[in-house]
């Protein structure tokens, strides 16, 4: 059984930083990729950025370009997601997803979620 774990969420003032985790486990995976998504009151859930397993090919929201970087852990089959400058519209609940093969559409296992709250 697959699951996802996130970690990291919490409360921070805007312009700071918060680093999210997200380990994967249940089997070995070949040709995947892992990924952030968002999802605010009242708004759908929205990408935010993911990463190529092999390779390390990312790719990330307009909106977040320049504050985001997403990296992995090989050995420990875990993704970051390190977050800068945060600013109240990044508060969200955080979504850690996989989808296997890395270039398929749908992301089929997803993390339970992490709150993230930017506010003075």
């Known amino acids: 059984q697959v699951q996802l774990v996130e970690s990291g969420g919490g409360l921070v003032q805007p312009g700071g930083s918060l680093r999210l985790s997200c380990a994967a486990s249940g089997r070995t995976f070949s040709n995947y990729a892992m990924g952030w998504f968002r999802q605010a009151p009242g708004k759908e859930r929205e990408f935010v950025a993911r990463?190529?397993?092999?390779?390390?090919?990312?790719s990330y929201a307009d909106s977040v370009k320049g504050r985001f970087t997403i990296s992995r852990d090989n050995v420990r089959s875990t993704v970051y997601l390190r977050m800068n400058s945060l600013a109240p519209e990044d508060t969200a609940i955080y979504y850690c997803?996989?989808?296997?093969?890395?270039?398929?559409?749908?992301?089929?296992?997803w993390g339970q979620g992490t709150q993230v709250t930017v506010s003075s």
């Open positions: 990463i190529v397993w092999s390779g390390g090919s990312t």
């Open positions: 997803a996989l989808k296997e093969p890395a270039y398929t559409i749908n992301w089929v296992y």
